[in-house]
């Protein structure tokens, strides 16, 4: 049995080829069972031999192309609706095989083929459709059966009860086989899914670290840039000065992003405040810091996610901002972890439920059980982000 697609470890593979090969080894071995010690005794007709094995082979590959619609070997591949002409000679082979043993009196095989071909069209059916297709088929053969049986005196409780169960027997265990195909189809199709959805949210997270890489070194190169250009007439040294952090801030930039694109850089809220003091001190804004205590008690993920937003708050400061003072402040309380920076000067700051690199830090800090929020009163924005101490 061939697949577009491997699956590898899911077992998915496996049960496809169990549920083809049991339906269609179950189909040939009740067909030729029903036809073979039956129609080759020595008082059959010639005819009636030929007829009951054409019947047969119609039945068989009409259950064999049908299931093949209904149940395609190709992973990917939709079964596309019924084949009605197919559908049609398996009916046909089946009601004139069940005719013949039927007329025979063979009570015990007659309604093997028809039995077999109610459950292959039954596929292709709804639950209610095949529900009444089924029953309707169970109740036609005991009517058939006990009415052949008082006709001919024979045991008229087995022959109306024996094809009746065996209808729905069989249905239930082919409906049982293509239930657990489709369950295997459904499940295969969620793991690619979830594959997708991975993709997807990794690429997300790097677009997300490569726009707060990006973003801050940028603003903070043209914020120096702007000041060197300025000081270049009355200052020339002081902007020689300017252009060499220029210079290394661009170098940072650099091996910033390649870290990202290895996997490798790692954030910290201490080298982000640093960092976030160095630059509002160069663009003129007093800022005032009040650390409670040290991050140290958070493990390195939830510090690397507060950096973000000193990162981002910061880049806020010198974007959205005309600010000459700002706060920054971390405590520790309850088994959270508090930290706020606020600046006032504030314009045209992103409002709350606004701004994509908040939103993206307030999703990912959300994902680690705490919250973010922002507010801007007037003209001063503040920024709020809380994290529990462990993770939960």
Request: aromatic share 6%.
């Amino acid at each position: 049995m061939s697949n577009g697609m491997a699956d590898p470890g899911t077992g998915l593979t496996g049960l496809r080829r169990y549920t083809w090969w049991s339906l269609i080894g179950l189909s040939t071995f009740l067909l030729v069972y029903s036809v073979s010690s039956r129609i080759v005794e020595p008082d059959v007709p010639v005819p009636v031999r030929l007829a009951a094995v054409i019947a047969l082979a119609v039945t068989l590959v009409a259950i064999v192309v049908s299931a093949g619609h209904r149940l395609p070997r190709t992973e990917g591949r939709a079964y596309g609706g019924p084949p009605i002409p197919w559908l049609a000679a398996g009916v046909a082979g089946a009601v004139l095989l069940g005719g013949i043993l039927l007329v025979r009196r063979e009570y015990g095989v007659w309604s093997f083929a028809p039995a077999l071909t109610v459950s292959v069209v039954a596929m292709f059916l709804s639950g209610r459709r095949r529900l009444v297709l089924i029953t309707s088929a169970a109740a036609i053969a005991a009517l058939l059966g006990g009415f052949v049986a008082a006709v001919s005196h024979h045991q008229i409780v087995f022959a109306a009860a024996f094809p009746a169960g065996l209808v729905l027997l069989t249905g239930w265990v082919n409906l049982g086989m293509l239930w657990a195909w489709d369950l295997a189809e459904r499940l295969n199709a969620a793991r690619a899914m979830a594959a997708q959805l991975a993709v997807r949210d990794e690429r997300l997270r790097f677009a997300a670290d490569l726009h707060d890489i990006q973003g801050h070194h940028l603003q903070v190169i043209a914020l120096k840039s702007e000041l060197a250009a300025r000081l270049a007439r009355t200052d020339p040294r002081r902007a020689a000065e300017e252009m060499d952090a220029v210079r290394l801030l661009a170098t940072d930039a650099l091996r910033d992003t390649r870290a990202v694109v290895q996997g490798y850089r790692r954030v910290t809220l201490e080298e982000e405040i640093a960092n976030a003091t160095s630059v509002l001190a160069a663009a003129g804004i007093d800022a005032r810091m009040d650390l409670g205590c040290s991050p140290d008690r958070l493990p390195a993920s939830r510090r690397g996610l507060l950096g973000l937003v000193m990162r981002e708050a910061t880049t806020n400061v010198l974007r959205h901002s005309s600010a000459r003072h700002a706060e920054i402040s971390y405590r520790v309380a309850d088994g959270q972890a508090r930290f706020e920076v606020a600046n006032d000067g504030a314009n045209d700051g992103p409002e709350p439920g606004t701004g994509t690199g908040l939103r993206t830090l307030a999703e990912r800090i959300e994902a680690a059980g705490g919250e973010m929020t922002w507010r801007r009163e007037g003209a001063r924005f503040v920024v709020v982000a809380r994290l529990p101490l462990e993770a939960r």
